[in-house]
Each structure stands twice: as C-alpha cells, then as structure tokens.
C-alpha cells in the first residue's frame, strides 16, 4: 500500500476526502490545505480518473523534521526514489516553504535534487542521468520545520478535461465548478439552471457528474508513461470508469447568458464533454430569469467587481438576484461570490454558507433552500 496526497485549497478537503472515501481509497485523512489517501496503484489511477474535486494526485515518498540543509539531505537521500525513479527519467524538483527555517526555495530544491541524485546514482550504479524519459516531477512541501516529499502523478492539473480549450474571460476552475454542484447536493433527477454560464462549466460538470462519467476518461495522466505502474492498471480504470456511466434520464440543464459569444463558446464546451443531449442554451438576461417548472437547482457565479463588471453593477445585479432567485418548495439557490455584502444585497440570509477560492480570490458559496 502507498501513500498518496491531494493538495487542495482551503475549503475543498472535505469534499474530496468524501469523494475518495466513495473509490474505497483507505485511510482517508483531510488536513488544513490536503488530503492523504492510501492504496494500491489501481486506486492512484483511479483517483486520477475519477476525481471531480482534486486537482493533482501526488505519491508521499517519505515525511520527516527538516530543520537544516543536512536534514533535509539526509531525510531525501533516505527515501526509495528508485522505486519510482528509472534509470532515463526526468525529475526536476519544484517546492516552497511555509513557517520553516529552511525559507530560501531555490536552495531547498538544489539539495533536494543532490539528495536524489546521490540516492540513484547508488541504486541504479550510474554516475550520470540524461533525464530524457518520462517526468517524474518531483515536489518537496516544507510546512513548520516538517518536509514532505511528494512525486506527481497527474502532470497537467486534473481542472484540465479536456473539454474547454476556449475558455471565456474569469471562468470557474472545473473542479470549482463540480464541488458546487455537490455542495448544492445536485441529484441526477434534478433541473439544474445556471442563467450566468459564461463558458458552461457549472452545467457541464453537472451534467457530467448526473450520468457518472468520469471526468479524466479521455485525457493522460504523467504516471501513464512511467515503467513502474503497469499499463493495465490505467486500461482497467479506465474501463471500470467507464462502465459507470449511465444516462441520467431524469436530468435536465437549462444554461443562459446575456452574451451570445460566450453562448456559442458554452455550446462547443459541452459537445467536445459528450453532454449536449443534457443542456438548453438560450440567450436571456438573468433579470427576466424564471424557472420552468416548480421546482430547480439554481447554480451560478455572478460577475465579480474585481473582474468582469464594476463594483456598483455588480452590486445592482446581485440586487436583481435576490428578486428573481424566489424561494419555494423544491427550489435550491447556490451562488458563488466574493463579496462580503452579498446576503444584505441580496436581501436574505443564506441556509448555509462555505468558504471556498476561485483561484485566488476568497469567495463563499451562498445556498439557499427552504
Ligand atoms: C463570472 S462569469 C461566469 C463564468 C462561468 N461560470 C464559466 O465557468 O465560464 C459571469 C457571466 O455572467 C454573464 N452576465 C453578466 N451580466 C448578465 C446578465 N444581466 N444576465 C445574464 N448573464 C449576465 C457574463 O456574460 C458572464 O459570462
């Protein structure tokens, strides 16, 4: 069994430590910013494949108390790269350093790669790496005196599907996207609507994650290409991924927006995800937004200040929200936003409130529901 490690915004680690507790990953332990996992390798595929929320899936080779050059060294060279580690491949060195001793990156990283070296050169009887096959990208986390030495499984970042290689202006992150759709409990019998879709990734990913397909079916992961994890392992994922998808026939999506080019951009997005069959676009403003029946799952991110739209249009249309989003039996309102006066703008107090990053701005998601 292995130790594996998702690193993750503030805010997001329960939801993946869910999630992967739903893979039968073992251990499963969230801490301040990730969340540690173990299995065997089938499960690293898996996680890479399945994962809705995690942005890259990274192997823990070892853990210990750095506290100067010396420990640092002897902690890395200590470690079983050539488990990982062939005698062609690549693996340059990335990491920071939080609340350490050891502060000066750049420094870490030299001796974190000597360490490595020194520790292969032994284990593979070579003096000299040409490091022309696969990246193993290697990455050290200093946090209070503490580092950890982690390998990266996923290479591109797992928000990365595929689907959207045209994103419009301030698009959601897909992983964003996707905790969303569950902190709003999305369920495949739902109507989900999102009357400010930009480039479609809410109703995408709801829609994606209502049929149960995976979203890393079709897209490479950098453990795919290394010798030490056997090919099979990926095709048998890959199949068992597959295997459960199914059409969500109770499911609906309904997807507007006032600019007709982000329209046509949403409508290629959700083609190239398979999901076409699932959503309606149409071009409205959100201020004549109703829903279409009783009752609906209401997703969306509003223009911010900082972004798209100045501070006091903003504003205005946040107003236009809290008009248009009635509350009723069966209907759920979930609206990301960074502003801090949302509620009283709005004008009602959300159910329930969570603290997530869109990047790097802080946000919180609002939900509402009766
Ligand atoms: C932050 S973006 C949404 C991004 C989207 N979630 C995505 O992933 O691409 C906000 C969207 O609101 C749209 N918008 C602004 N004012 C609107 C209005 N009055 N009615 C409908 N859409 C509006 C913008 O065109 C923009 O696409």
Redesign the pocket.
Known sequence: MFTYVVPCLLGMEGLIAEELRGMEARDVRAENGRVLFGGDVSILARANICSRFAERIQILVGEFPARSFDELFEGTKALPWEDWIGRRNAFPVKGYSIDSALFSVRDCQAIVKKAVVERLKGRHGMDWFEETGPLHQIQFALFKDRASLLLDTSGTGLHKRGYRPA??E???KETL?AALCRLARLQPNHTLY?????????VIEGALMAANIAPGLHRPFAAERWDGIDRRVWREERERAAGLARPAEGFQAVA????GE?LAVARENAARAGVTKYIQFGQ????NFRLQGERGTVIT????GER??DLAQADE?TAVLGRVFQPGRGRSYTILSSSEEFERIFGRRASKRRKLYNGMIKCQAYLYYD
């Open positions: 994103a419009r301030a698009p959601l996207a999102d009357p400010m879709c930009g480039s479609g990734t809410i507007s927006d006032i600019d982000a409205a403003d959100v201020r991110n509003p223009p911010y798209l739209l249309l």
